[in-house]
């Protein structure tokens, strides 16, 4: 019976080792993101009479005119009916998906899924389960080529520890904050965790048409515990009806 030399054992273990190291994807320096994150601040209750956190507001767009006008009536009159007391239905209320980049104010918490064998990062929202796909080293295809859609087209590449998403083909109904856009309109993003281990989100809207300068902002998240389980969140459109003026109103759960 041979007995196999030692110093061939390490130079098997050492063959094996550089192979690994060939097919695994690099993700050295690369932080995880998985997990379940929700915005921060928190927003206050829906009847809590609390006003929201000043982090959640963007600011206003800088929107060229005419829009710049018809969007601050447009505000005018939502917030009259608020304060009559019939609000109007915004696109969550008529069960519509947020869209990008709405999906990412995570007014119910996001799951995301980073797995670098797939070469994408998937964010999935509680809120009406939508799956938003960032694909990984990717180069934007050309915006006439994207089908629109409510989510867009990502594409998104590590920068460091920053990962860089840029998303275009985004429906020209599909309007975040009630700011309208055109089919060109690019949305690009810088997300990466801070020293304390909120996740950040920095947008920046690019429209020429519609808008004098970049729109940016921001959204931030705390990671929830691996016990945090979202919900099932199917919109039936049963929490809510359309009244005959245009305003919301509750309705009547059908047996």
Known sequence: M???????????????????????????????????????PPLPGTFSGQPNPPEWDPGEPPLREPY??????LQEKLAAAEAAGHPLPDD????????????????????ILQNPDLKQITVLSEFMAQTRRIYLDEDL????????????????????DVLEVTTAGI???????????????IVRERIFMDAEKFLIDEVSIEDPQYLSEYYNFKFMYKKEPL?????????????????????????????
């Open 2 to 40: 041979k007995c196999s030399s030692p110093r061939l054992g390490i130079l098997r273990s050492a063959i094996v080792l550089v192979a690994c190291a060939l097919t695994m994807p690099a993700i050295a320096g690369i932080p995880n993101i998985s997990g379940v994150w929700n915005h921060y």
């Open 171 to 185: 429906r020209e109904d599909v309007k975040f904050m009630d700011i309208p856009h055109s089919k060109n309109m």
């Open 92 to 111: 969550s209320a008529l069960c519509r998906p947020d869209g990008t980049p709405m999906i990412m104010w995570a007014h119910y918490a996001l799951q």
């Open 68 to 73: 710049k006008t018809q969007w601050h009536q």
């Open 141 to 160: 295809p050309p915006i006439d080529s994207i089908d629109p859609g409510y989510l867009g087209y990502s594409v998104a590449r590590w920068n460091g």
């Open 227 to 255: 016990s945090y389980k979202i919900s099932e969140y199917v919109c039936d459109n049963q929490r809510s009806i359309i009244l005959p003026d245009g305003s919301l109103g509750m309705a009547v759960e059908t047996p």
